[in-house]
């Protein structure tokens, strides 16, 4: 499994390669102590906005929502999911008790925080790519579309489903390495996917769909799309580590290494008084046992959080 993430539609001016982010620049700033403090303190003072050398947790807001947008997270309010990390972020500052963090505390968190941040792009480095229709446009030129697209076809095939939901599934299955942008994401499906799809206004689009009919539509909607792109490039945040599984299936038959990675993590999360763990704190446990499994952080994909939410005991 492969994840891709668009994070901005705004159009770019320049032409810009892939960048790697890895951690290397996060590790860099945390460890020179000169730069880091001058960072933290140039930080804190933006923050302190009554100057009283302490922040509160109102002013602790904005940090919390800088490091939220840093690490990928939507607006607050926008999911229970995302409200839950800048909740256990804002309690990280403040102990869950605190009303006010000094600099020397603001300092140590902030620290904890990027170095876990350069960890986990270590583990799993993302490709920021700009994507702006060319690609996209040599892919439906080129000599592999036919292939690919039947391919795509027979995975998509349904007696029931239309030809402008065929389209709408295909634009899925396509991949940054094609050209396409996730369609999943709602900004992507409102400034490109849909006024492709308005422009082509393809005939008969709820008869049967033949192979040779989706291959021409297809390809119609598809010019649209990257005309939309070379408009409104895309910027990505695209991982190419891929998640199958068998990083679980190793560490399960290692009882070893499984017993080992659990009692890590395990001495690092607080238990009640009868030593077992709240829900919200078994998401930390299983951040922490990830790199083991060879899995990305929890947030780093939609499915994989997801998969964690419904299959989690009830405390």
């Known amino acids: 499994m492969e994840t891709s993430t668009a994070t901005t539609g705004t ?12 951690g290397s620049d996060i590790m860099e700033l945390v460890e020179n102590e ?52 800048y909740s256990e972020v ?19 968190v902030l620290s904890d925080i990027l170095l876990g941040m350069a960890a986990g792009l270590k583990r799993d480095p993302i490709v920021i790519l700009r994507i702006d229709g060319e690609d996209l446009l040599e892919f439906i030129n080129g000599p592999s579309y036919e ?25 899925e299955k396509l991949t940054v390495d094609q050209g396409m942008p996730p369609s999943s994401d709602s900004w992507v499906m409102s400034n ?24 021409e539509e297809f390809k119609k909607v598809a010019e649209h ?20 599984g068998s990083g679980i299936k190793r560490l399960l038959s290692n009882k070893f290494e499984l017993d080992k990675s659990l009692n890590i993590a395990l ?16 998401r930390v446990v299983l951040d922490l046992v990830a790199p083991s499994a060879g899995l990305p952080p929890i947030g780093a994909i939609d499915q994989v959080v997801r998969h964690i939410t419904h299959t989690s005991p009830r405390r």
């Open 11 to 22: 159009p770019l001016k320049k032409k810009s390669g892939p960048q790697v982010l890895d």
């Open 192 to 215: 490109i996917v849909e006024p492709a799809l308005q422009l082509w206004n393809g005939d008969d689009q709820e008869k049967p769909v033949s192979q040779e009919t989706f291959l």
């Open 34 to 85: 000169e730069v880091f403090s001058s960072f933290v303190d140039h930080k804190f003072k933006e923050f302190d906005k009554d100057s009283d050398g302490q922040l509160s947790v109102k002013e602790l807001q904005p940090a919390v929502a800088d490091i939220g947008a840093a690490i990928g997270l939507p607006a607050q309010g926008s999911s229970p999911d995302s409200d839950h990390v």
């Open 147 to 171: 292939a690919d697209m039947v391919s795509i076809f027979s995975q998509i095939a349904s007696d029931d489903a239309s030809l402008h939901d065929f389209i709408i599934k295909a634009l």
């Open 225 to 244: 799309v990257t005309q939309n792109l070379k408009e409104q490039p895309v910027i990505v945040a695209h991982s190419e580590n891929t998640f199958d």
């Open 267 to 282: 001495e690092n999360v607080p238990k009640d008084r009868n030593g077992k763990i709240s829900k919200e704190y078994l």
């Open 90 to 108: 804002l309690n990280e500052f403040t102990h869950g008790k605190q009303e006010k963090v000094s600099k020397t505390e603001f300092k140590e």
